[in-house]
């Protein structure tokens, strides 16, 4: 079994830019080549749209690292969110996963 070695903390300062409607941060990840990562989240966003009401996760499903085993998760923020402690997950196996929260001030 190869060693995963993901996320070099496990809690990490935002500041959001008070100007912006939304904005994004990131995590960076070192696993091995070329390896998928799947992401989760427990923290949603949502948007209405035509009467509608959508939720997302603040994460896209899944991620690929690079020929060099780094790689990068983009990760949504909006206004709303200012206070609060976000966390997302990523996983290379069902048992090989690592957690990473954010405090966004």
Not at 13 to 38: A, D, F, G, N
């Given at each position: 079994?190869?060693?995963?070695?993901?996320?070099?903390?496990?809690?990490?300062?935002?500041?959001?830019?008070?100007?912006?409607?939304s904005?994004?941060?990131?995590?960076?990840?070192?696993?091995?080549?070329?390896?998928?990562?799947?992401?989760?989240?427990?923290?949603?966003?949502?948007?209405?749209?035509?009467?509608?009401?959508f939720?997302?996760?603040?994460?896209?499903?899944?991620?690929?690292?690079?020929?060099?085993?780094?790689?990068?998760?983009?990760?949504?923020?909006?206004?709303?969110?200012?206070?609060?402690?976000?966390?997302?997950?990523?996983?290379?196996?069902?048992?090989?996963?690592?957690?990473?929260?954010?405090?966004?001030?």
């Amino acid at each position: 079994m190869k060693l995963h070695r993901f996320f070099e903390f496990n809690f990490v300062l935002v500041q959001y830019p008070q100007h912006k409607e939304s904005s994004y941060t990131s995590v960076e990840y070192i696993t091995s080549p070329i390896t998928r990562v799947y992401w989760t989240s427990q923290d949603t966003f949502c948007i209405e749209y035509m009467y509608e009401t959508f939720c997302d996760m603040i994460v896209n499903y899944s991620t690929y690292s690079r020929d060099d085993g780094s790689g990068k998760q983009m990760i949504y923020l909006y206004r709303d969110f200012v206070g609060d402690t976000l966390s997302v997950k990523g996983c290379v196996d069902v048992d090989v996963c690592k957690t990473v929260s954010f405090i966004v001030e």
